[in-house]
């Protein structure tokens, strides 16, 4: 990632968009010190979701719980 001042992004936008769709980005430096304030970062379409598998990790974590453990179901999911 490059960075860059106002100035120099406003002098050099077109090769600084022209770099962005290639996949670079770009973070963006104001004020006398220079401090970051925004990143410019090539757009990416979002991609469909896949269904969520279930058991994913059966099989390969184990839980368990205290024996002093004392909440039901519903408050687990936050429904009380």
Same mark, same amino acid.
């Given at each position: ?17 022209? &770099?962005? +769709?290639? $996949?670079?980005?770009? %973070?963006?430096?104001?004020? #006398? ?5 925004? @990143? ?10 896949? &269904?969520? +598998?279930? $058991?994913?990790?059966? %099989?390969?974590?184990?839980? #368990? ?5 004392? @909440? ?9």
């Amino acid at each position: 990632m490059k960075n860059l001042s106002v100035g120099e992004l406003k002098n050099q936008f077109s090769e600084v968009l022209e &770099k962005i +769709q290639k $996949g670079e980005s770009f %973070g963006i430096l104001y004020g #006398r010190k220079k401090k970051p304030i925004a @990143m410019i970062v090539p757009y990416a379409e979002k991609t469909k979701k896949s &269904k969520r +598998q279930i $058991g994913l990790l059966e %099989g390969k974590v184990d839980i #368990r719980f205290a024996d002093d453990f004392k @909440m039901t179901e519903e408050e687990l999911l936050g429904q009380q």
